[in-house]
């Protein structure tokens, strides 16, 4: 099968989008949004225990939610992008551990999960115009000494 030079180079922004919004989220960076999602998205973390909702609702929910963490390393990969000429859909596989840091100890929790995105091209380049998360696992806390692992 023969892919277009369109068809890579909206496939490259999608995947560069992908990645816009786990290194947002990750560094707290929450106005960097606005440059993943359509104005009017509509987000759903639902599965993942949040919210379902705008992208301010989103915002707001997730600087609130993220405080808990020290650490978060959102790495998406496999995306499975479908292209359809102004629209796209994609399913990429995200896997999360998130540290929360208690009295010294680290407590590090790994969300597994699937991303289910809308995606539409704008004036201003491809953005989400909805975001599903569908839960694949979420393991409990592991404590471990901050600066170390139990291995020594």
């Not at 987000?43 to 405080?67: C, H, N, V």
């Not at 551990?97 to 010294?104: I, Y």
């Not at 289910?116 to 115009?129: E, I, K, N, P, Q």
Request: aromatic residues 6%; hydrophobic residues 40%; negative net charge.
């Amino acid at each position: 099968m023969t892919v277009s030079l369109e068809a890579l180079s909206d496939r490259l922004e999608i995947a560069d989008l992908l990645v816009a919004y786990a290194h947002a989220v990750d560094r707290g960076r929450w106005d960097a949004l606005d440059d993943v999602f359509t104005p009017d998205a509509i987000i759903d973390y639902r599965e993942m225990g949040g919210i379902r909702g705008t992208l301010p609702e989103i915002k707001e929910f997730l600087a609130t939610s993220m405080e808990a963490f020290v650490r978060s390393h959102h790495m998406v990969a496999s995306s499975r992008v479908a292209l359809d000429g102004d629209s796209a859909s994609a399913v990429t596989m995200c896997h999360n551990p998130l540290v929360r840091e208690v009295d010294g100890t680290e407590h590090v929790m790994t969300c597994a999960l699937w991303y289910h995105d809308t995606l539409v091209r704008t004036a201003h380049g491809w953005r989400m115009s909805s975001r599903v998360t569908e839960r694949v696992a979420i393991s409990e806390p592991v404590s471990t000494p901050r600066g170390g692992s139990d291995n020594a």
